[in-house]
């Protein structure tokens, strides 16, 4: 009987929701466990990373990778699955993008450690001890990874063929991408696998949007009375939806929740926020300072809504990411 491909599927700097979501392809997983041989995958399965070292280079036909890369074993493990495989696919967002993680590169390994060690009023650590990366104890030596000054996406780490974003991404576009893998039917390497379409296309209430849009202040979704139908961002919520690729099945929209962008940006665009930011600009009707003014501050939380999943791939995240691998 002809070998089966040979499949890793692991965890990085990931919350595990990704994995999930290959758990969540319900029956189906059936018929991609009778279809191929698993040979990591540390949430569900116990396989030793000797075992992983011990295989031929590209022994593995697909290693499918989430989580962004934050310090060296996660690093590490990237590198060595790497060198394993054929293909490699960088699944959700955090691997595509950084992910929520991301987020943490406005901050540096001091200003998060001394929070997370010291200052955070639930902290009790009088000896004020911080992780080293190596420690003596009783005779033995105890190492830990070290974290990283910046959280990479998995390709500013090693070299990546496909992408599948989301946060998590959805089922049926985890089953495509390991059909197509399986079947040879591959797109040019590089490219995303989901619709090359923003998500307002597909969205249900983009039938109901204003033909112009005019918004004089924003307000959250729980300052409004929540109407299953209307356009977020018609009534002034901020919704990611013109800067973000679809894909994701309308999940959060159907929920009365709008995009925060975990699919990334449209194809062609490096960011969504700067993307998303100039959208904004272009439906803002105010005109005096004061009213611009005001207009920007009832944005509660710009930072978080222009790079929630997505810092670490943006311009800005790019030239911190360069500048933190030349150090
Ligand atoms: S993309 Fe979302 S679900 Fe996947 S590891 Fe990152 S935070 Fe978790
Ligand atoms: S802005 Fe949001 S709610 Fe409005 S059509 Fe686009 S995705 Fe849908």
Avoid at 69 to 75: A, Y
Avoid at 92 to 117: E, H, M, Q, S
Avoid at 191 to 214: F, G, I, V, W
Avoid at 279 to 293: P, Q
Wanted: charged residues 20%; contains cysteine; hydrophobic residues 40%.
């Amino acid at each position: 009987m002809a070998e089966k491909p040979k499949v890793a599927i692991c965890g990085l700097g990931a919350c595990a929701g990704c994995d999930e979501a290959v758990i969540d392809l319900n029956e189906a997983i059936l018929q991609v466990a009778d279809a191929v041989d698993i040979v990591l995958w540390p949430l569900a399965m116990d396989f030793k990373y000797s075992r992983i070292q011990a295989m031929q280079d590209g022994e593995i036909a697909l290693s499918i990778l989430s989580g962004s890369v934050r310090n060296s074993d996660h690093q590490d493990m990237a590198e060595l699955l790497r060198k394993k495989s054929q293909l490699v696919l960088a699944m959700g967002a955090c691997a595509c993008f950084g992910g929520t993680p991301g987020l943490a590169n406005f901050r540096g390994k001091d200003d998060i450690f001394n929070w997370v060690y010291r200052d955070a009023p639930t902290v009790v650590n009088p000896s004020g001890s911080f992780p080293q990366t190596e420690t003596v104890l009783n005779g033995h030596k105890l190492t830990l990874p070290s974290f990283f000054e910046h959280v990479f996406t998995l390709d500013q780490v090693i070299d990546v063929d496909y992408y599948l974003p989301g946060c998590p991404p959805p089922p049926d576009l985890i089953g495509n991408a390991i059909n197509a893998v399986l079947d040879g039917d591959l797109p040019p390497k590089g490219s995303t696998l989901a619709p090359r379409k923003a998500l307002c296309d597909t969205c249900p209430r983009n039938q109901h949007k204003p033909n112009r849009m005019e918004i004089r202040s924003f307000r959250r979704i729980h300052e409004v009375e929540a109407d299953p139908d209307a356009c977020f961002l018609a009534a002034g919520i901020i919704c990611l939806g013109p800067a973000t690729r679809t894909g994701c099945g309308e999940t959060c929209i159907r929920i009365n929740i709008p995009c925060r962008g975990c699919f990334g940006p449209v194809p062609g665009v490096v960011g969504s926020g700067p993307k998303f930011l100039s959208t904004l600009a272009s439906l803002l009707v105010v005109e005096r300072d004061d009213e611009i003014k005001d207009a920007i501050d009832s944005i509660d939380d710009p930072v978080g809504y222009l790079y929630r999943f997505a810092q670490p791939s943006s311009i800005l995240g790019r030239r911190s990411a360069k500048k933190s691998m030349e150090e």
